[in-house]
């Protein structure tokens, strides 16, 4: 039995799971012996609790031998994961999510460790515009923890927007089981970076005949290789709007890829936003 990961029953739970939430959050699944997904979604929360160490309990509860506590947290369907803290629910999912999403759920609600802190350092010297400095917290994160696919990562969007591309290829190449959804989308990045171009004769051009809608959309290759994201989806969005046909929906094709290179929380807000103008510019 793992100290991070353990059955609970109604006659534990008051120990197990009231009193260890005062301290920690503890994550509890709803599980039972016949419900397939179920046997997906376990497994991966067991190991996520060893990788995290203590940042979160997980107390496993099999909800046909312990029909009291699901309905005493409403639980309808299984697999049901409600997250306690200091005596309250504070958050909860159903069903089997794929790993990078468990994931995040799991970074949001886990107390913050010492990868998190240096993640937490990066990202602020990110948001002020000290990518070296960024860049440099993050390799001492990676030697502290190179298991940790998610500061790997992290690494290699900033090698990316400093232009290192090479070697955010070659960091890449590598297998990512945890995070493959944003290998995936880092991996789209990079191929937008390929499309480097200088932008001022495009916007010349463009400026000339503002019709043009090829050379607006190689305007919007260009920006994305700069990670000017928001200037490369407005204007692929302008092409949508002014020729949704053009080169058989090259527009929406372009904001769809640019879609896919941004997937993830760092980008979650702008690609939401510009899908719902995507949707009325279609509709």
Known sequence: MSEF???VTKENFQEKVGEACMQVPVVVDFWAPWCAPCQTLKPMLEKLAEEFKGRFLLAKINSDENPEISQYFGVRSIPSVKVLFQ????????????ESEVRAFLERIALPGAEASLREQAAELVTAGDLDGALTVLIEATRQAPEDEATR???????IQLG?????????????TAEADRANALRARLALAAGAADVAPLEAKLAANPDDHATRLELSAAYAAQSRFREALAAALEVVARDRFFDQGAGRKAMLN???ALSGEQHDDLVREFRRKLSAALN
């Open 153 to 159: 990562l992290d690494a290699i969007d900033v090698l």
């Open 87 to 98: 005596g309250q629910l504070v958050d909860e999912f159903n069903g089997a999510l794929p």
């Open 164 to 176: 290192r591309n090479d070697e955010a290829q070659q960091l890449l190449a590598g297998e990512y």
């Open 258 to 260: 640019l879609f896919e």
């Open 5 to 7: 990961a353990f059955d």
